[in-house]
C-alpha cells in the first residue's frame, strides 16, 4: 500500500495542468472514487522493488500494534492478524465429543422396569431433598407436586415422544434470535436407575422452562440496559410454561407459543431465517461479517419485541421513535399514520406502554421544572424576567401570579415557582393534546411549530411527542372511544379559542411507544432505521455479552 499511495501522490504531482483543465468537468460529473483510481496508470508489480525502512528516513520499521495484540476471536476481528496455529484433534478427541443430546437419546432402549411410579418417586425425592438444590427444587417442585410428580418428558427409562419434540424445538432456538446452546441438557452419567432417568427428566423441564422465560420475555433486564426503558416483560414463569406443554396435543406449537404472538415479531423473525440462508451463501469474509453484524442488530430488535405486552389492543396506537411516526392500528391494519417529532437523544421520548383516556382541547402549558432549569433560566438571567412575559408564560408562587421581571432568575430558587403558558394560537401544545398519564409526563400534542415536520431527523423534543395532523388523530380516536358522539373536525374547532375541555373517552386506548430499528414492510422488505438513542447497540451489546 506504500508504493501505490506514493506513486499516486506523484502522478497527481506530475498532472498538476492536466487536473487543473479537468477539473470543473470532474465535478460536473462527480467523479467515483474508483473511477478515479482506474485512470490512474500503474506499473507492474515487478517494477516495483520492496519498500525499506530507510525510504522512510528510519533505522528500522516499528512493531505494528495489530498484530502485536492477541488474536481476537470474535467475527470483528482485524483480518491482518493471523491466528495462531491449532492442533489437529486426533482420533481419541472425537471420541470423547458427545453427540448432541437428541442423538444420544435416541440411542436408548425402553426399559420397561423404570415404571413410571419409580421415576416419580425419585423426583420426589430430589425435589424435596434437605441439602439438594435448593433453586431446582423451588423452581421445578410446584409444577411436579401439582401433578403427583409423574414425569411428563420420560417414559421406560427414555425420552418419550414429548419430550423428543421438546428437544427438536429448542434445538431450532436459533431461528428465534436465541442461543440453542442454553438450553442444551446435561445427561446423567453413569447407570440407567429410577434416579438417573428422574434427573434427564428435570434437566429437561428446566430446559423448557428457560427456553420460555427467554422466549417470553428476552434474555436481558431492560430497566438495567436504560433508565429510557420502562417496561415490564410478560416472562412466563416454569409452572405455567410447563403446565402449558403439558396439557398440548401439539407440543412444537407449544413451545412456539411462548415466543411473541404479534405478526411484526413473526416477519422479523423470518426475516431472521431468510438472512442467515444468505449468509451461507456468501464467499468473502467481508461480506459474511457485514451480514453477520445485521443480525444482530435484528436479534436486538426480536428482543424487544418481547417487552411488549402479549395484546397489544385490537385497536391501539403505536409510536415509534426511530421512524418518527404515529400509526393507529386495527387488528393488523394502520388505519392512519402521521409525522411525528420525538425527543432528542438528551431528552428521550421513554418506552413503555400505557393507555389513553382523554384529550385536552385549548390546553395550557404547565412547564416542567427541568425544562424550565435546562432551557429557560440561562436566557431569563441574561435577558431579565422579561423573557417568560413575552413567551406568554406565568410564573406562580403559592399560587399567586407574581412579575418575573422582578426576580433575579440567576439566583432564584427555580424549585418554588411554577410556570404556566395559557391556552392560545402561540401555546407550545397547539389545539390539543392527547393524554395517557403516566410518570414520565409524556403526551403526545399539536405544536405552533409545524415546519420541523418536513425534516428527515425528527429527534427535536424535549420528550414529548408533537404531532403533525392532530386533528384527524383526534377525530379518528373519538370515533373509536365515543361512537356516535359525532366528534368532527369542524365540531372541535367550533371549540378553539375558550378555555381547557377535556373530552373523557369510554373505553381507553392502548398506545405504545417503542423502539425499532428494523421493521418488514407490506411488501416483505426489511426496513432500516436509524439507531437514534443507541438503544440497539445497547440491546446487542448485552446480548453478546458486552462484546457490541
Same mark, same amino acid.
Given at each position: 500500500?506504500?508504493?501505490?499511495?506514493?506513486?499516486?501522490?506523484?502522478?497527481?504531482?506530475?498532472?498538476?495542468?492536466?487536473?487543473?483543465?479537468?477539473?470543473?468537468?470532474?465535478?460536473?460529473?462527480?467523479?467515483?472514487?474508483?473511477?478515479?483510481?482506474?485512470?490512474?496508470?500503474?506499473?507492474?508489480?515487478?517494477?516495483?522493488?520492496?519498500?525499506?525502512?530507510?525510504?522512510?528516513?528510519?533505522?528500522?520499521?516499528?512493531?505494528?500494534?495489530?498484530?502485536?495484540?492477541?488474536?481476537?476471536?470474535?467475527?470483528?476481528?482485524?483480518?491482518?492478524?493471523?491466528?495462531?496455529?491449532?492442533?489437529?484433534?486426533?482420533?481419541?478427541?472425537?471420541?470423547?465429543?458427545?453427540?448432541?443430546?437428541?442423538?444420544?437419546?435416541?440411542?436408548?432402549?425402553?426399559?420397561?422396569?423404570?415404571?413410571?411410579?419409580?421415576?416419580?418417586?425419585?423426583?420426589?425425592?430430589?425435589?424435596?431433598?434437605?441439602?439438594?438444590?435448593?433453586?431446582?427444587?423451588?423452581?421445578?417442585?410446584?409444577?411436579?407436586?401439582?401433578?403427583?410428580?409423574?414425569?411428563?418428558?420420560?417414559?421406560?427409562?427414555?425420552?418419550?415422544?414429548?419430550?423428543?419434540?421438546?428437544?427438536?424445538?429448542?434445538?431450532?432456538?436459533?431461528?428465534?434470535?436465541?442461543?440453542?446452546?442454553?438450553?442444551?441438557?446435561?445427561?446423567?452419567?453413569?447407570?440407567?436407575?429410577? /434416579? +438417573? *432417568? %428422574? @434427573?434427564? $427428566?428435570?434437566?429437561? =423441564?428446566?430446559?423448557?422452562?428457560?427456553?420460555?422465560? &427467554?422466549?417470553?420475555?428476552?434474555?436481558?433486564?431492560?430497566?438495567?440496559?436504560?433508565?429510557?426503558?420502562?417496561?415490564?416483560?410478560?416472562?412466563?414463569?416454569?409452572?405455567?410454561?410447563? /403446565? +402449558? *406443554? %403439558? @396439557?398440548? $396435543?401439539?407440543?412444537? =406449537?407449544?413451545?412456539?407459543?411462548?415466543?411473541?404472538? &404479534?405478526?411484526?415479531?413473526?416477519?422479523?423473525?423470518?426475516?431472521?431465517?431468510?438472512?442467515?440462508?444468505?449468509?451461507?451463501?456468501?464467499?468473502?469474509?467481508?461480506?459474511?461479517?457485514?451480514?453477520?453484524?445485521?443480525?444482530?442488530?435484528?436479534?436486538?430488535?426480536?428482543?424487544?419485541?418481547?417487552?411488549?405486552?402479549?395484546?397489544?389492543?385490537?385497536?391501539?396506537?403505536?409510536?415509534?421513535?426511530?421512524?418518527?411516526?404515529?400509526?393507529?392500528?386495527?387488528?393488523?391494519?394502520?388505519?392512519?399514520?402521521?409525522?411525528?417529532?420525538?425527543?432528542?437523544?438528551?431528552?428521550?421520548?421513554?418506552?413503555?406502554?400505557?393507555?389513553?383516556?382523554?384529550?385536552?382541547?385549548?390546553?395550557?402549558?404547565?412547564?416542567?421544572?427541568?425544562?424550565?432549569?435546562?432551557?429557560?433560566?440561562?436566557?431569563?438571567?441574561?435577558?431579565?424576567?422579561?423573557?417568560?412575559?413575552?413567551?406568554?408564560?406565568?410564573?406562580?408562587?403559592?399560587?399567586?401570579?407574581?412579575?418575573?421581571?422582578?426576580?433575579?432568575?440567576?439566583?432564584?430558587?427555580?424549585?418554588?415557582?411554577?410556570?404556566?403558558?395559557?391556552?392560545?394560537?402561540?401555546?407550545?401544545?397547539?389545539?390539543?393534546?392527547?393524554?395517557?398519564?403516566?410518570?414520565?409526563?409524556?403526551?403526545?400534542?399539536?405544536?405552533?411549530?409545524?415546519?420541523?415536520?418536513?425534516?428527515?431527523?425528527?429527534?427535536?423534543?424535549?420528550?414529548?411527542?408533537?404531532?403533525?395532523?392532530?386533528?384527524?388523530?383526534?377525530?379518528?380516536?373519538?370515533?373509536?372511544?365515543?361512537?356516535?358522539?359525532?366528534?368532527?373536525?369542524?365540531?372541535?374547532?367550533?371549540?378553539?379559542?375558550?378555555?381547557?375541555?377535556?373530552?373523557?373517552?369510554?373505553?381507553?386506548?392502548?398506545?405504545?411507544?417503542?423502539?425499532?430499528?428494523?421493521?418488514?414492510?407490506?411488501?416483505?422488505?426489511?426496513?432500516?432505521?436509524?439507531?437514534?438513542?443507541?438503544?440497539?447497540?445497547?440491546?446487542?451489546?448485552?446480548?453478546?455479552?458486552?462484546?457490541?
Amino acid at each position: 500500500m506504500h508504493w501505490q499511495s506514493a506513486f499516486l501522490a506523484c502522478a497527481l504531482i506530475g498532472s498538476g495542468s492536466l487536473a487543473t483543465a479537468q477539473a470543473e468537468p470532474a465535478q460536473r460529473f462527480r467523479l467515483a472514487d474508483w473511477e478515479v483510481e482506474q485512470a490512474i496508470p500503474r506499473p507492474p508489480l515487478d517494477a516495483v522493488g520492496p519498500v525499506a525502512a530507510r525510504d522512510f528516513g528510519l533505522e528500522a520499521f516499528p512493531p505494528s500494534p495489530i498484530l502485536a495484540e492477541a488474536p481476537n476471536a470474535d467475527d470483528e476481528a482485524p483480518e491482518t492478524a493471523r491466528a495462531p496455529e491449532v492442533p489437529q484433534p486426533t482420533e481419541a478427541d472425537f471420541a470423547a465429543i458427545p453427540d448432541d443430546p437428541p442423538s444420544l437419546l435416541e440411542e436408548g432402549q425402553p426399559d420397561p422396569a423404570i415404571t413410571v411410579e419409580r421415576v416419580a418417586q425419585q423426583l420426589r425425592i430430589i425435589l424435596a431433598r434437605p441439602g439438594g438444590d435448593r433453586a431446582l427444587q423451588q423452581q421445578l417442585n410446584p409444577f411436579y407436586a401439582g401433578r403427583g410428580y409423574q414425569p411428563l418428558f420420560v417414559r421406560d427409562g427414555v425420552v418419550a415422544e414429548r419430550g423428543q419434540a421438546a428437544l427438536t424445538r429448542l434445538g431450532q432456538a436459533g431461528e428465534d434470535g436465541l442461543d440453542p446452546a442454553a438450553y442444551r441438557i446435561q445427561l446423567p452419567t453413569g447407570p440407567r436407575t429410577a /434416579e +438417573s *432417568v %428422574a @434427573r434427564l $427428566e428435570l434437566a429437561l =423441564a428446566r430446559a423448557v422452562a428457560l427456553y420460555a422465560s &427467554h422466549a417470553s420475555g428476552g434474555r436481558t433486564d431492560p430497566k438495567r440496559l436504560s433508565g429510557y426503558f420502562d417496561v415490564s416483560p410478560p416472562r412466563i414463569e416454569t409452572t405455567a410454561a410447563l /403446565e +402449558s *406443554v %403439558a @396439557r398440548a $396435543e401439539n407440543v412444537t =406449537a407449544a413451545i412456539d407459543g411462548f415466543n411473541p404472538p &404479534h405478526p411484526g415479531f413473526r416477519r422479523l423473525r423470518a426475516k431472521l431465517v431468510e438472512m442467515r440462508g444468505e449468509r451461507r451463501e456468501m464467499t468473502t469474509t467481508e461480506a459474511t461479517r457485514r451480514h453477520a453484524l445485521r443480525e444482530r442488530d435484528l436479534i436486538a430488535n426480536l428482543e424487544r419485541w418481547r417487552w411488549l405486552p402479549r395484546q397489544l389492543g385490537e385497536t391501539h396506537i403505536w409510536v415509534n421513535s426511530t421512524e418518527a411516526q404515529v400509526n393507529v392500528v386495527q387488528g393488523t391494519q394502520v388505519v392512519h399514520s402521521t409525522r411525528a417529532v420525538v425527543g432528542r437523544p438528551e431528552t428521550q421520548t421513554p418506552v413503555f406502554s400505557d393507555a389513553m383516556s382523554f384529550i385536552v382541547l385549548n390546553p395550557s402549558w404547565h412547564v416542567p421544572i427541568s425544562i424550565v432549569r435546562r432551557s429557560m433560566l440561562g436566557p431569563a438571567s441574561r435577558n431579565g424576567g422579561g423573557y417568560f412575559a413575552r413567551r406568554g408564560i406565568q410564573v406562580t408562587q403559592g399560587g399567586r401570579v407574581v412579575d418575573a421581571s422582578t426576580i433575579n432568575w440567576a439566583s432564584a430558587n427555580v424549585g418554588r415557582y411554577t410556570f404556566r403558558q395559557p391556552p392560545g394560537t402561540a401555546n407550545a401544545l397547539g389545539r390539543m393534546k392527547f393524554m395517557f398519564p403516566n410518570r414520565h409526563a409524556i403526551y403526545l400534542h399539536d405544536t405552533p411549530s409545524r415546519g420541523d415536520f418536513g425534516r428527515s431527523n425528527r429527534t427535536l423534543s424535549n420528550g414529548c411527542v408533537r404531532v403533525q395532523n392532530p386533528e384527524e388523530l383526534a377525530a379518528l380516536l373519538l370515533g373509536i372511544a365515543l361512537p356516535g358522539e359525532n366528534w368532527t373536525i369542524g365540531r372541535m374547532r367550533s371549540l378553539y379559542g375558550g378555555g381547557e375541555r377535556s373530552v373523557r373517552f369510554r373505553q381507553a386506548i392502548p398506545i405504545h411507544l417503542v423502539y425499532f430499528t428494523m421493521t418488514v414492510d407490506s411488501t416483505g422488505a426489511l426496513v432500516e432505521l436509524p439507531d437514534v438513542y443507541g438503544h440497539n447497540a445497547r440491546v446487542r451489546a448485552a446480548l453478546s455479552g458486552g462484546r457490541g
